[in-house]
């Protein structure tokens, strides 16, 4: 691809710590060649804190979605919009272990069947709107985001999670304690970028391999970072991966 000297010269003038914004056709290249936006596995929907007597309203996924906690602390994921005239469940009422609609009192259990009808004797069969599978671990809701069924019909049900979330054995102990969030707003990355940028260690000593003061682009001299990283695959449990990085500072070596 050719890139014009003033293009060049800016861009040597921007410096580190202000990167240009990317060239309009490399980002439609980009684009263009990029899979779905979200890979299945379990997402971050909730903290389990959030859930306290009344639904909450979540976008997430690319989806509107509602999250409640029934009576009996089950916790239910669905489509935040009823499927029968598109009120926002959010705005209902735990009932039980059900969820009831605000505008006409449709009443939907956490697997997203209608349990109830007020003005109808029976419920037709198969009346339901989309569920999510979910798990609640160490403080958080999750759900399985399954690509197929994101993209199918909305009253259809979920297949089974090919896998559960893994126990983390600190957590459960109480060696890995929770100090603080930190959310570092919007990264204009894929999410699986995060996952194969781990298996190109051949990068990690050119771009990361000084030191900067932090939050600025000025090298501390005399130290540099040394990576020895490994990647693998896991054959006992396909939807995984390893990676180790063993990163050593030299001092003025």
């Known amino acids: 691809m050719l890139v014009s000297l003033d293009r060049v010269l800016s861009r040597v003038r921007s410096g580190r710590g202000t990167p240009l914004p990317p060239e309009p056709d490399t980002e439609a290249a980009r684009l263009a060649g990029y899979p779905g936006p979200f890979p299945s596995g379990w997402y971050v929907v909730a903290r389990s804190s959030e859930l306290r007597g009344r639904p909450l309203h979540v976008r997430a996924l690319g989806e509107e979605l509602v999250v409640f906690r029934g009576e ?8 935040a919009h009823c499927p029968h005239l598109g009120a926002n469940l959010a705005g209902g009422e735990v009932e039980g272990d059900c969820l009831k609609c605000p505008f006409h009192h449709w009443t939907f ?19 339901r709107t989309r569920s999510w599978p979910v798990e609640e671990r160490d403080g958080f809701v999750f759900v399985y985001y399954d690509v197929a069924h994101a993209q199918g019909r909305r009253d259809a049900e979920p297949s089974a999670p090919p ?7 600190g957590i459960e102990t109480g060696a890995l304690v929770h100090r603080g969030d930190h959310d570092h707003g919007v990264v204009r990355m894929h999410l699986l970028e995060f996952c194969e940028n781990s298996a190109d260690s051949a990068h990690f000593e050119p771009l990361h391999g000084a030191m900067f003061l932090p939050w600025t682009d000025k090298k501390i001299p005399g130290l540099r970072v040394h990576h020895d990283a490994s990647w693998a695959r896991d054959d006992s449990h396909p939807h995984m991966t390893w990676f180790r990085n063993h990163a ?6």
């Not at 259990?109 to 009346?127: H, N, Q, S």
């Not at 050593?248 to 070596?253: L, N, V």
């Open 248 to 253: 050593m500072i030299e001092a003025f070596g």
């Open 163 to 169: 896998y559960h979330l893994p126990t983390i054995e």
């Open 109 to 127: 259990d956490a697997c997203g069947d209608v349990a109830k009808i007020p003005y109808a004797e029976r419920v037709p069969p198969r009346l």
């Open 72 to 79: 009996s602390g089950k916790v239910g994921v669905l489509d």
